[in-house]
């Protein structure tokens, strides 16, 4: 049980990086991609649906 929460906490925390990376991409000074494309490319790239993406970006899920 302990390694499956492990494992979910890493799965999150790479979320959340790949979404950082995501975000500091701009051109002059302006974001390049919307949220929205954001939680899709995270979506294939986690296999997950953009609301879980979403909920765990701003912390609604626990581990």
């Known amino acids: 049980m302990a390694k499956d ?3 979910t906490k890493r ?5 959340r990086a790949a979404y ?3 975000t500091e991409k701009t051109y ?3 974001r390049i991609y919307t949220d929205e494309h ?4 995270l979506e294939e790239q986690f296999y997950l ?3 879980t993406i979403e ?3 701003y912390y609604r899920t626990t581990y």
């Open 28 to 30: 002059k000074g302006v």
């Open 49 to 51: 649906k953009p609301k």
């Open 5 to 7: 929460n492990e494992n």
């Open 11 to 15: 799965k999150y925390e790479d979320i």
């Open 38 to 41: 954001i939680y899709l490319k």
């Open 55 to 57: 909920n765990i970006l």
């Open 20 to 22: 950082k990376e995501w």
